[in-house]
């Protein structure tokens, strides 16, 4: 049934989108502008995303099975499709009364708005609560695989990996143009550069039995794991568990008791910080924690402050292509960001090092549904480019989901670990990190 997973995960982006147009309209009420980029960003992504791929997905391959297996499901199926079929017309209005603001006011264009979202809502919540249940009732194994081999076909060119990262731009563009109020708010949207092929898969990190203590209280007992070359590596775990603990063991930053850390071929267990990071060990850390009176421009700096100076001007335009409000304020102090805003700063200045390993510690963290998105956005689009990560994140289906592989952590000790769906479908973790 991954078609469902990969449907639901859909349905949560849209799901975003619509509340993130309901706050905007509520600004729109009390006067603020209607931006017509931002909103045409949207469309664009639900006219392409939904209108485009998922629902012709769901049209092929999914509900003429449904229809096939099940004579109840016809008249939720004929509904759900006649929605499918009105989408594109529904949006074509939208856009209209959106060109119509300049000159007549925001009242016409903010009710169609409301409108629009309360039906793509309702759509949501009967895919979600009457025909998704019904197709996991009636569908056999063999309706399954097909439809499980239609969604997840990565060569299709509606739903392969070249139209997911299409996706991600078209995301990233509504984050970047979004209010300061619920996304970064940029006059102009970010791109997310290219970059190079996905690594080897050699061990870039091992550590084993790696121990840290504050006092006489032992943080971290006998930690014991790997990440290779390209990987995107999760720890999960619960407040208190140690997760932030053992980044700043591996950073350098804790002392660490008892235990090795061989990084790139190398034991750098008695190495200080600064060395680590030299060696291509760059970390986000949690709360930001950017340097408020310096300008983003500076705090930029300092992320490369161990690289050459020639190259840290190209460095810095690939970091304001992807978050353009970063150069539209370059000038102002880091300090006068918003949260999601500072959470863009402090990736830009880890990847100012030119990470092997770009360690980041909970970047969701006090965000916006819409920003959270966006976050695990950038973090997806640096992994396809072959970037070696280590998540580190209390939203544990999140950050699950777009691992390779995942660690769970308890009080101090690795007690799962298996690949990132294995740990999602893991009962234990299900119950323990996704209430579920």
């Known amino acids: 049934m991954e078609a469902l997973r990969i449907i639901s995960e859909e349905h949560r982006n849209l799901w975003r989108i619509a509340a993130t147009m309901d706050l905007v309209a509520d600004e729109a009420?009390?006067?603020?502008?209607?931006?017509?980029?931002?909103?045409?960003?949207?469309?664009?992504?639900?006219?392409?995303?939904?209108?485009?791929?998922?629902?012709?997905?769901?049209?092929?391959?999914?509900?003429?099975?449904?229809?096939?297996?099940?004579?109840?499901?016809?008249?939720?199926?004929?509904?759900?499709?006649?929605?499918?079929?009105?989408?594109?017309?529904n949006l074509r209005a939208l856009r209209t009364k959106l060109a119509a603001t300049a000159g007549a006011g925001n009242a016409d264009?903010?009710?169609?708005?409301?409108?629009?979202?309360?039906?793509?809502?309702?759509?949501?919540?009967?895919?979600?609560?009457?025909?998704?249940?019904?197709?996991?009732?009636?569908?056999?194994?063999?309706?399954?695989?097909?439809?499980d081999r239609a969604f997840l076909d990565n060569d299709d060119p509606l739903f392969g990996e070249k139209a997911k990262a299409e996706f991600r731009e078209l995301f990233h563009r509504i984050a970047s143009?979004?209010?300061?109020?619920?996304?970064?708010?940029?006059?102009?949207?970010g791109e997310l550069q290219p970059g190079a092929a996905p690594g080897a898969g050699d061990v870039?990190?091992?550590?084993?039995?790696?121990?840290?203590?504050?006092?006489?209280?032992?943080?971290?007992?006998?930690?014991?794991?790997?990440?290779?070359?390209?990987?995107?590596?999760?720890?999960?775990?619960?407040?208190?568990?140690?997760?932030?603990?053992?980044?700043?063991?591996?950073?350098?930053?804790?002392?660490?008791s008892a235990g090795r850390i061989r990084f790139d071929g190398e034991d750098i267990s008695h190495l200080r910080a600064d060395l680590r990071m030299?060696?291509?060990?760059?970390?986000?850390?949690?709360?930001?924690?950017?340097?408020?009176?310096?300008?983003?421009e500076d705090n930029l700096r300092l992320g490369a402050y161990t690289q050459p100076?020639?190259?840290?001007?190209?460095?810095?335009?690939?970091v304001f292509a992807m978050f353009p409000i970063l150069k539209e304020k370059r000038a102002l102090p880091a300090g006068t960001l918003s949260g999601g805003q500072q959470q863009m700063l402090a990736i830009g200045r880890?990847?100012?090092?030119?990470?092997?390993?770009?360690?980041?510690?909970?970047?969701?963290?006090?965000?916006?549904?819409?920003?959270?998105?966006?976050?695990?956005?950038?973090?997806?689009?640096?992994?396809?480019?072959?970037?070696?990560?280590?998540?580190?994140?209390?939203?544990?289906?999140?950050?699950?989901?777009?691992?390779?592989?995942?660690?769970v952590l308890e009080t101090g000790n690795i007690t799962l670990t298996g690949s990132g769906q294995e740990l999602i479908d893991n009962e234990q973790v299900r119950a323990a990190y996704l209430g579920m």
């Open 29 to 89: 009420e009390a006067g603020s502008r209607v931006d017509p980029a931002f909103f045409n960003a949207i469309f664009d992504y639900i006219e392409e995303f939904m209108d485009g791929c998922h629902h012709a997905k769901e049209d092929e391959y999914l509900f003429p099975l449904l229809r096939r297996r099940s004579a109840e499901a016809a008249l939720i199926l004929d509904r759900l499709q006649a929605e499918h079929r009105n989408g594109p017309e």
């Open 109 to 147: 264009f903010v009710a169609a708005l409301r409108s629009y979202t309360h039906g793509l809502r309702g759509h949501i919540r009967s895919e979600e609560k009457d025909a998704m249940p019904r197709a996991k009732e009636v569908l056999n194994a063999e309706d399954w695989s097909d439809i």
């Open 177 to 189: 143009l979004a209010p300061d109020s619920i996304g970064l708010g940029a006059r102009s949207a």
């Open 204 to 256: 870039l990190l091992s550590v084993s039995g790696m121990e840290s203590c504050y006092g006489r209280i032992k943080a971290l007992k006998g930690i014991d794991l790997e990440v290779r070359q390209g990987e995107l590596v999760a720890l999960v775990g619960a407040n208190g568990a140690g997760k932030t603990t053992f980044l700043r063991t591996l950073s350098g930053v804790q002392p660490m």
């Open 278 to 296: 030299r060696r291509g060990i760059c970390q986000s850390p949690e709360g930001r924690q950017v340097f408020g009176p310096l300008s983003i």
């Open 309 to 318: 100076k020639a190259q840290v001007a190209g460095d810095l335009d690939k």
């Open 350 to 407: 880890a990847l100012m090092g030119r990470p092997k390993m770009l360690l980041l510690d909970e970047p969701s963290m006090g965000l916006a549904p819409l920003l959270v998105e966006e976050v695990f956005n950038v973090v997806k689009t640096l992994k396809a480019q072959g970037m070696t990560i280590f998540l580190v994140e209390q939203n544990a289906f999140a950050a699950l989901a777009i691992a390779d592989r995942g660690y």
